[in-house]
């Protein structure tokens, strides 16, 4: 067996300013995503645990302490004095950052709905750690990180629907994951945060994007002419112009 993979890479060159990712099919016939680097390859598989691994035979580590926390649930009544202790929480941050490579490089192949899949998987992640992780730091450790995936969680969920041209689905979307990202700051006690977030301000910045490249109602186009008829002196086709948008407010009120 040959293990070069300088067959495999030839001709793939590698961008430093790029995330180099592309889908192949695996010898087992199951996808896989691959991910050029500058010495070499990282691939990945597209479904269940990144490296292909499962831990206790189950999908990852967060599903094998969730089961565990539902037979502490069964045993005890409650999960009062169920515990993550700071190996585990590792283990746990370990595998999220699996996750996130594979989401950051989804998202450039456009797989969205694979994106949503992942940062929502490492968001439950989060919020398990936050509940019953034993150390402070651990729980800290995990929120730094969770204004940046609720933000590509968001860009997942926007993306899909700007896809379909549903630009107002998408944008309440937007809004949502910013008053996602708003709120926890808030909770956390880093309110002077929020205006310099870097999270909220790129989302406010595609905000703005996705309302340009919404094509305007025909209110909208209506007011668009009658500010240009205006501006020209053109009052008696702007007279006859508000008179179309008043009836057809009188119409969708």
């Not at 500058?38 to 598989?45: F, I």
């Not at 700051?185 to 703005?208: H, K, P, T």
Request: proline share 3%.
């Amino acid at each position: 067996m040959n293990f070069d993979i300088g067959p495999i890479v030839e001709g793939w060159e590698f961008d430093p300013n790029d995330i180099c990712a592309r889908k192949i099919t695996g010898v087992d016939g199951r996808p896989k995503l691959q991910v050029r680097l500058d010495l070499g390859l990282l691939q990945m598989e597209m479904e269940g645990r990144p490296d292909g691994q499962q831990p206790f035979g189950m999908e990852s580590l967060l599903e094998h302490y969730e089961e565990e926390l539902d037979t502490y649930r069964s045993e005890h009544g409650s999960d009062t004095g169920f515990q993550l202790d700071h190996e585990t929480c590792g283990l746990l941050g370990q595998e999220s950052l699996q996750y996130y490579h594979r989401y950051v490089c989804l998202f450039r192949l456009e797989a969205f709905e694979e994106v949503e899949r992942d940062t929502a998987r490492n968001l439950r992640l989060f919020d398990f750690v936050r509940q019953y992780a034993t150390d402070e730091e651990d729980r800290t450790h995990m929120e730094q990180y969770r204004p940046y995936v609720i933000m590509m969680n968001t860009r997942a969920k926007g993306a899909l629907h700007v896809n379909r041209k549903d630009y107002d689905a998408a944008l309440r979307q937007i809004e949502a994951g910013i008053e996602r990202i708003r709120a926890f700051l808030q909770e956390a006690g880093q309110v002077e945060e929020i205006e310099s977030s870097n999270e909220i301000g790129f989302l406010r910045q595609w905000e703005e994007e996705v309302r340009g490249s919404r094509p305007l109602t025909l209110k909208q186009r209506l007011q668009q002419q009658l500010q240009e008829a205006i501006a020209q002196e053109e009052f008696e086709r702007a007279a006859e112009i508000r008179d179309q948008v008043r009836k057809l407010e009188q119409h969708n009120p």
